[in-house]
């Protein structure tokens, strides 16, 4: 009697780990207002991580360097120096002069 060896080999090939598939959280940084859009007292301009726009007139820098106007105007981008920007408020002025 002769006897044969059968063994039964799996269709597909065995899955091992994968080193992808993480990835952290998205951050939302940038401008939240433009050029010439109006802000009120205490919004949000622009979020960064480290100096990327400074504050000028009206506007203030949290400990996160996020810029925030101080008081309600104009959002203004202006170049400040050789390579840096600034962003600074424009008050509304009333007919009458004031603001």
């Known amino acids: 009697m002769k006897y044969f060896d059968l063994q039964a080999f799996a269709s597909k090939k065995g899955v091992g780990s994968t080193k992808n598939g993480r990835d952290s959280r998205p951050k939302y940084r940038g401008a939240k207002l433009a ?21 000028g007139f009206g506007v203030g820098q949290g400990n996160d360097f996020t810029l925030f106007a101080v008081k309600s105007g104009i959002v203004k981008y202006k170049k400040w120096g050789k390579d840096k920007k600034r962003v600074i408020i424009e008050e509304v002025l009333s007919e009458h002069g004031r603001s």
């Open 35 to 55: 050029d010439g859009q109006f802000a009120n007292a205490g919004q949000i301009i622009y979020r960064q991580k480290g100096n990327l726009i400074y504050p």
